[in-house]
């Protein structure tokens, strides 16, 4: 498993991309208004510059039927983590994350 160290991004600026369409799909599968969460696994490859590292958004795996929990909060099922592990194969220098939206509705 790669981790990263705070040390290793002294000087450095972070930053996001993503292109405007996996902004759309994030936003429409997010936005439960204000009294249900939400989340997604999804895809990103790094981009490092002399001052800046960038995660790129890539690819947003959403849950299937039964594959998260919704109950105010939100929890998801160990298949629905299984299946974004398979389908991130390490050799393609891709990593995941968990985009959650909060329970003001705001992402």
Known sequence: MHGYNADQFN???LSVALPGKIDAVLSEHLDKGHHQEDLTFAYW???RG????TA?????TLPGDGERHLHGNV????????RVLRECPPATGSRFFTRTSDLGGRT
């Open 45 to 47: 490859k790094p981009s």
């Open 11 to 13: 000087g450095v600026t």
């Open 56 to 60: 790129i958004i890539c690819t947003v």
């Open 50 to 53: 002399a001052t800046r590292y």
């Open 75 to 82: 929890s998801f099922t160990a298949d629905y983590l299984s």
